[in-house]
């Protein structure tokens, strides 16, 4: 597992702290997959109701809360596939 992906996990079961109801995946391009479920955030590559995808870049700045996903989405920065409310409730839940 690379260190971009490690650190991605640590970070969302942090901010994940009071859980999260549904599953997500989110692609970081290059570097590998991650699960979000009620359960926090691990490395995997599993089926999921919705799959967010973006660049390492994109996605620490998302974390780091230095950009909203929203803006991220809207700006072409960041792809979702599947169930947009499932989306908008990670985007909160990151917030």
């Known amino acids: 597992m690379s260190n971009v992906i490690e650190g991605a996990v640590a970070a969302l079961n942090e901010k994940l702290e ?48 230095e950009m909203d996903p929203t803006s991220a989405f809207m700006s072409g920065q960041l792809s979702i596939d599947g169930d947009m409310g499932t989306a908008m409730k990670l985007g909160s839940a990151l917030s």
Do not use: Q
């Open 18 to 65: 009071d859980g999260f109801d549904g599953s997500a995946k989110f692609v970081i391009e290059d570097e590998g997959a991650i699960m979000v479920d009620g359960d926090g955030a691990r490395a995997a590559d599993e089926e999921a109701d919705v799959t967010l995808t973006a660049s390492r870049d994109t996605f620490e700045a998302m974390i780091s809360g």
